[in-house]
Structures are given as C-alpha cells and as structure tokens.
C-alpha cells in the first residue's frame, strides 16, 4: 500500500512506521477505553467544547486498525465509522493538528461520505490525543457544516482540551492497572 509521510514522501510504509502503529494500537488496546461505557468527564469536555466553537458537533475519536470509534461526542455524529471514512485518521497519521477550512474544496477529504452527505461537513479542526509515551490514539475535533477559519487562538484551545483528555485517558489507565476502584479503604 501506498502511504504519504508526514514530511509528504510518498512510498511503502517503513518498517518503524509499521512498528509504531502496531505499539500504537497496543497503547490504545491497553488504554481500556475501547470496551467501556460513555465518559461523563469526556462528554463534559466535548459538550463545552461544541458550545464554545459553536459547531454542530465536537468529539473524542479513538482510530483503531480498521474503525473510528467516538468515545464521546456532543452533537450529531455516527460514534463509529471505518478508519477510511475518518478525518481523525490524518491527525493519527500525521501524529499533528489538522484544520481544514472547507472539506468541499480540499483535496485530503473532498470525496468524503461525510463532505458529499449528511451532515455535509465543511469545516474540520482535530487535536492529537496523546498518551504520556507519545502515542497518538485519535483526536479531540470539532465540525462544521459551514466553512470557516479556525483562529490561532481557537487552535490553541482545542490542542488544549485534546491534552485535557489525554492526560485524563492517561489517568483512567493509570488507576485502572493499580486496580483502584475510587472507593476509599
């Protein structure tokens, strides 16, 4: 399969590169938020994140081998797609924010499901939701229905909450291996 590196080269895969996204899809197996139920703490994030950049929809993706998974999202938005039909997947593959000012006219995801139909998505923004070891496990985005031009600043906010959630991701994970149920002794 032909892939596009990050720096824009275009070839196989390396074998670091496939080695990183099978240590990737082992730290986002390991995370234990793929089996688990919605996160009130994650859709607190994603409902202010909707309210603040006033778009239809924000959402914490999880991308997977072959699946989008949407472990919270605030607005209209299928909680599970291909991996092919994602945005999210270019922040993954990247490893890096992705702001796309009009996905009609762009050439990355013009001829997505999502750009062509409902819900006719126009304007993209997604942040890296990292672990602590550099593992980019989705993204913290956000999506419009019509273009527009994500300021410095409203970058800056959702990078923000993206680490928000990462660091809550890491903690989650964290008292889940200690076995910690958050019952006091």
């Not at 688990?36 to 914490?60: G, Q, S």
């Not at 999506?143 to 660091?167: N, T």
């Amino acid at each position: 399969m032909t892939q596009t590196s990050p720096a824009g080269e275009t070839g196989n895969p390396s074998a670091s590169e496939a080695l990183n996204e099978k240590l990737r899809l082992y730290a986002l197996r390991d995370c234990g938020l793929l089996d688990t139920a919605d996160d009130p703490a994650l859709d607190r994030l994603t409902a202010w994140a909707r309210d603040y950049f006033a778009v239809p929809a924000a959402a914490v993706s999880l991308i997977t081998a072959d699946k989008q998974i949407l472990k919270s999202v605030a607005g209209p938005a299928n909680r599970e797609t291909t991996r092919d039909e994602s945005f999210c997947q270019y922040v993954v593959r990247d490893r890096k924010a992705l702001s796309i000012e009009n996905a009609s006219t762009d050439a990355l995801v013009s001829a997505h499901p999502a750009v062509l139909g409902e819900p006719y998505v126009r304007a993209y923004a997604g942040a890296p939701l990292r672990t602590a070891d550099g593992f980019v496990l989705g993204a913290f985005c956000i999506f419009d229905v019509k273009p527009r031009v994500f300021a410095p600043k409203q970058l800056a906010v959702l990078a923000a909450l993206a680490r928000v959630a990462s660091g809550y991701v890491d903690l989650q994970e964290s008292t889940g291996k200690a076995g910690w149920s958050g019952a006091l002794p």
